[in-house]
């Protein structure tokens, strides 16, 4: 599985971003997808995952309620629309994909990783 990330970038506190994640390879609908992001300093952090079928999705409590993780089928991606943000959202986001199907916030269960997308929040 290949996976790339965009959409990251400098947003005033409160606004919105939105990321996308193309997977190619290997997809199909067991498969997770996470997004996890690491501020400077910080450990990786979990913030969302689904499956490749666009159910189950799990969300991070930082973040519930101001992103969702959903599929678009149109450009075939997994994309996390961020709204709200806080300048503690400041962090590279990366997208990264379990092939096993496990549900999990745990970021060394997942085998594939994407390049990551610089996301700063200013306050």
């Known amino acids: 599985v290949q996976l790339q990330a965009s959409g990251g970038g400098l947003v005033q506190a409160g606004g919105s971003l939105r990321l996308s994640c193309a997977a190619s390879?290997?997809?199909?609908?067991?498969?997770?997808v996470g997004w996890f992001r690491q501020a400077p300093g910080k450990e990786r952090e979990f913030v969302a995952a689904i499956r490749w079928s666009g159910a189950l999705a799990l969300y991070a409590d930082s973040v519930n309620g101001r992103f969702t993780i959903s599929r678009d089928n149109a450009k075939n991606t997994i994309d996390l629309q961020m709204n709200s943000l806080k300048p503690e959202d400041t962090a590279v986001y990366y997208c990264?994909?379990?092939?096993?199907?496990?549900?999990?916030?745990?970021?060394?269960?997942?085998?594939?990783w994407g390049q990551g997308t610089q996301v700063t929040v200013s306050s």
């Open positions: 990264a994909a379990d092939p096993k199907g496990i549900a999990t916030t745990t970021w060394n269960v997942y085998d594939y």
């Open positions: 390879g290997r997809t199909f609908g067991m498969l997770i």
